[in-house]
């Protein structure tokens, strides 16, 4: 079974400060993603990886940043928490379509609770 | 842009009854589509695919519809049972690329 960990369920931070969230995958795909999660809106894109060093901005990248050092981590960033940063926040893998179905299935984590005060 | 979204933001239905939960998309090109569930607590879960080429797909106890020309999918859940209770995303993706677009959300409530 495919396994993506986030690193934290519930984290509590204050306005301002540099908060890290991690992300591991244990299948070896080449994509990797950031969404949130807010009641009425869905998941909304933040950033995805389809590579180790490579990175592309999603639908609403402000405020955020990423890094993928290594294939299977992938890091969202925020430089300076805000309160309306407070979200769920999943992250999902899936691999690179290489033609055939399924495609794009994404791999999803249990996501991080931040609350940011 | 394509835009993915679903018609209600709750459905409650009784146990052993089918659901139907609803989807709509803007994006005349989306060829690819993807229904998830999300129970509560966790991140969501592959349930079904269907290719745009495909009027209907079926697979255990849930069946995908899609409607081309009006831009429809639905999912429908046969004898629905208490663990269906979740959260159901509709999700489409174009051509080769590796997004997902996810609508906003179905909230199910199977009541007893």
């Known amino acids: 079974d495919v396994k993506v960990t986030q690193s934290s369920r519930y984290l509590v931070k204050r306005t301002g400060e540099k908060v890290f969230l991690e992300c591991v995958q244990d299948?070896?795909?080449?994509?990797m993603f950031w969404y949130r999660q807010d009641p009425g809106l869905g998941l909304r894109l933040i950033y995805f990886?389809?590579?180790?060093?490579?990175?592309e901005k999603g639908d609403i990248p402000e405020g955020y940043s990423v890094s993928r050092e290594k294939k299977e981590r992938f890091s969202l960033i925020l430089e300076s928490a805000s309160t309306n940063q407070t979200s769920m926040y999943l992250c999902?893998?899936?691999?690179?379509?290489?033609?055939?179905?399924?495609?794009?299935?994404?791999?999803f984590g249990a996501g991080t609770r931040l609350s940011v005060l | 842009g394509e835009s993915v979204g679903l018609h209600l933001p709750t459905l409650s239905v009784q146990e052993g009854d089918n659901s139907i939960i609803n989807c709509a998309y803007s994006?005349?090109?989306?060829?690819?589509f993807i229904w998830y569930k999300q129970e509560s607590g966790k991140g969501p879960q592959f349930i079904i695919d269907?290719?745009?080429?495909?009027d209907k797909r079926q697979g255990q106890r849930v069946t995908v519809l899609l409607n081309k020309t009006v831009k429809h999918l639905s999912l429908q859940i046969a004898a629905t049972q208490p663990g269906d209770s979740a959260v159901y995303f509709c999700?489409?993706?174009?051509?080769?690329?590796?997004?997902?677009?996810f609508g906003t959300g179905t909230q199910l409530k199977v009541e007893l």
């Open positions: 999902a893998s899936s691999p690179r379509w290489t033609g055939g179905y399924p495609k794009n299935i994404q791999y």
């Open positions: 299948m070896d795909h080449e994509n």
């Open positions: 990886s389809y590579d180790v060093k490579m990175k």
């Open positions: 994006n005349s090109a989306s060829d690819y």
């Open positions: 269907i290719r745009s080429n495909m």
């Open positions: 999700a489409g993706s174009t051509g080769g690329g590796n997004k997902l677009t």
